[in-house]
């Protein structure tokens, strides 16, 4: 439909909720205007239901190509517009090949052609290998680069060294993009060199946490503040993002480098914002993640982190593979893939949690589609309901409770950790530039219709 209008009682725009009637032309948002405004054009009226922004989820790992046996594009995109995401951007590893150069990343974009369900961008990977690569890659389009400062758990996707990040920090500079960083150190190696092992792990989530504490992220990003602040010494203007945050406890060195000038992002997760280590059986490897769930003190940190803006925005995370892949037959926690499948439960997951702590649809407007949107460069078309940006919206009804069940979800493989967990919250209609791309059916499947087609979203660079 070229030109329509959706009127609610609830609509979330960047002015707070309120009555509202959207109206919506050529796949954008043409005006934001009065409840009870006339128009001439066919108009849906939600009632008491809200209205939001599309969600912008820039964390995810789709897998594909090369491993469409853990995810793929047509997958991961149908349960983004079934979680209410209009937008999100695909992680470097787990697909073969890696996207480290610019002719792995063509790969990647003639894998997608007539699988996106939602917009696409896409992250490329920094590996000690690749520096001479960079500049290609950043060229072609990716919106920023990831490194892991510890194992990936994919041999082709290596950690990278301080000296490595240094070669690497100018080009982006250069290119005015994002560094996103798994920031671990593994300490473990200190152990040994003095001949110490370490730790066994077995079914035990307890012995898992402790193999993985928080000073391996606290040290890992003191170096990253070290090696910003070294940057901007040199009249370079790194952007370092901390990619899925789990200590709270560093969250004053985030807050002091701040105040150092430092442009220093992070991001944090639904399982570390929802899950305890407290309350995590052993043997359940679907819990399994990296950095690990933390204790429940640790989680209220977190929380504390999102109000006081320390913390960003929330992603997904979603991380999935082959049910062979999580052991969950033996709980071998050692053995078990680490990540959290749970792509299109982001939105119940955080809104159940946050309205118990007096946290609005605002705040997770802004967390979950305007803070990512402006993180990507995107804020000025996507992740607000305004005049002129596009019409990526779903409706929502915050009141309904329901468990998570395997019928619900629409990622690959049927397994997630929150499976029979209860959440308040349910996305009902998805629009993909004002077209609707996901709704609710009476037998609670959801279709998906006219698509897909969603884009691909590359970098413009000068």
Same mark, same amino acid.
């Given at each position: 439909?070229?030109?329509?209008?959706?009127?609610?009682?609830?609509?979330?725009?960047?002015?707070?909720?309120?009555?509202?009637?959207?109206?919506?032309?050529?796949?954008?948002?043409?005006?934001?205007?009065?409840?009870?405004? !006339?128009?001439?054009?066919?108009?849906?009226?939600?009632?008491?239901?809200?209205?939001?922004?599309?969600?912008? %989820?820039?964390?995810?790992?789709?897998?594909?190509?090369?491993?469409? %046996?853990?995810?793929?594009?047509?997958?991961?995109?149908?349960?983004?517009?079934?979680?209410?995401?209009?937008?999100?951007?695909?992680?470097?590893?787990?697909?073969?090949?890696?996207?480290?150069?610019?002719?792995?990343?063509?790969? +990647?974009?003639?894998?997608?052609?007539?699988?996106?369900?939602?917009?696409?961008?896409?992250?490329?990977?920094?590996?000690? !290998?690749?520096?001479?690569?960079?500049?290609?890659?950043?060229?072609?389009?990716?919106?920023?680069?990831?490194?892991?400062?510890?194992?990936?758990?994919?041999?082709?996707?290596?950690?990278?060294?301080?000296?490595?990040?240094? +070669?690497?920090?100018?080009?982006?500079? +250069?290119?005015?993009?994002?560094?996103?960083?798994?920031?671990?150190?593994?300490?473990?190696?200190?152990?040994?060199?003095?001949?110490? /092992?370490?730790?066994?792990?077995?079914?035990?989530?307890?012995?898992?946490?402790? !193999?993985?504490? +928080?000073?391996?992220?606290?040290?890992?990003?003191?170096?990253?503040?070290?090696?910003?602040?070294?940057?901007?010494?040199?009249?370079?203007?790194?952007?370092?993002?901390?990619?899925?945050?789990?200590?709270?406890?560093?969250? /004053?060195?985030?807050?002091?480098?701040?105040?150092?000038?430092?442009?220093?992002?992070?991001?944090?997760?639904?399982?570390?914002?929802?899950?305890?280590?407290? =309350?995590? /059986?052993?043997?359940?490897?679907?819990?399994?993640?990296? /950095?690990?769930?933390?204790?429940?003190?640790?989680?209220?940190?977190?929380?504390?982190?999102?109000?006081?803006?320390?913390?960003?925005?929330?992603? !997904?995370?979603? =991380?999935?593979?082959?049910?062979?892949?999580?052991?969950?037959?033996?709980?071998?926690?050692?053995?078990?893939?680490?990540?959290?499948?749970?792509?299109?439960?982001?939105?119940?997951?955080?809104?159940?949690?946050?309205?118990?702590?007096?946290?609005?649809?605002?705040?997770?407007?802004?967390?979950?589609?305007?803070?990512?949107?402006?993180?990507?460069?995107?804020?000025?078309?996507?992740?607000?309901?305004?005049?002129?940006?596009?019409?990526?919206?779903?409706?929502?009804?915050?009141?309904?409770?329901?468990?998570?069940?395997?019928?619900?979800?629409?990622?690959?493989?049927?397994?997630?950790?929150?499976?029979?967990?209860?959440?308040?919250?349910?996305?009902?209609?998805?629009?993909?530039?004002?077209?609707?791309?996901?709704?609710?059916?009476?037998?609670?499947?959801?279709?998906?219709?006219?698509?897909?087609?969603?884009?691909?979203?590359?970098?413009?660079?000068?």
């Amino acid at each position: 439909m070229n030109h329509f209008a959706i009127r609610s009682q609830q609509v979330v725009t960047p002015n707070g909720i309120q009555p509202a009637t959207v109206i919506i032309h050529h796949g954008l948002i043409q005006a934001v205007t009065e409840y009870t405004t !006339s128009v001439e054009c066919p108009i849906e009226d939600l009632g008491q239901l809200v209205l939001m922004p599309g969600l912008v %989820d820039t964390h995810v790992h789709i897998n594909e190509p090369g491993r469409t %046996d853990w995810e793929g594009f047509n997958t991961a995109t149908q349960a983004a517009a079934a979680g209410g995401i209009t937008t999100l951007v695909d992680m470097p590893l787990n697909c073969i090949p890696v996207t480290t150069t610019e002719t792995a990343f063509n790969e +990647k974009l003639h894998a997608i052609k007539n699988k996106l369900w939602v917009d696409c961008g896409f992250w490329g990977g920094v590996v000690p !290998s690749n520096i001479e690569d960079l500049e290609a890659l950043l060229a072609a389009g990716v919106l920023g680069v990831k490194s892991f400062l510890i194992d990936s758990g994919i041999e082709e996707f290596p950690p990278v060294s301080a000296a490595d990040m240094r +070669k690497a920090i100018p080009i982006l500079a +250069k290119y005015h993009v994002p560094y996103l960083i798994h920031a671990e150190l593994d300490l473990h190696k200190e152990l040994d060199q003095h001949n110490q /092992p370490p730790p066994t792990i077995g079914n035990s989530y307890q012995s898992f946490l402790a !193999s993985r504490p +928080k000073h391996w992220e606290n040290e890992a990003i003191n170096l990253l503040v070290q090696l910003c602040a070294d940057a901007k010494a040199k009249g370079l203007n790194s952007r370092i993002h901390i990619v899925h945050l789990s200590s709270a406890e560093a969250l /004053p060195t985030i807050a002091q480098a701040r105040r150092d000038g430092l442009d220093i992002t992070a991001e944090t997760c639904p399982h570390y914002l929802t899950l305890d280590a407290e =309350s995590i /059986p052993d043997g359940k490897t679907l819990f399994k993640c990296c /950095p690990p769930i933390r204790e429940h003190g640790n989680q209220q940190l977190l929380w504390d982190g999102l109000k006081a803006g320390l913390i960003d925005f929330i992603v !997904s995370d979603h =991380s999935p593979c082959t049910p062979q892949l999580k052991h969950i037959d033996s709980g071998d926690l050692e053995q078990a893939w680490g990540g959290i499948s749970a792509l299109q439960f982001g939105l119940p997951l955080i809104w159940s949690a946050a309205n118990k702590q007096g946290f609005t649809l605002v705040d997770i407007a802004h967390w979950m589609a305007s803070a990512p949107a402006d993180f990507i460069g995107l804020g000025h078309t996507k992740g607000r309901i305004a005049p002129g940006y596009q019409a990526d919206l779903f409706v929502f009804d915050p009141a309904v409770h329901y468990p998570i069940t395997q019928k619900l979800i629409k990622h690959r493989h049927k397994i997630t950790p929150y499976a029979g967990k209860r959440v308040t919250g349910e996305v009902l209609t998805t629009y993909l530039r004002g077209e609707i791309i996901y709704a609710k059916n009476k037998d609670n499947n959801g279709l998906f219709i006219n698509g897909p087609f969603g884009r691909p979203l590359l970098k413009e660079n000068e």
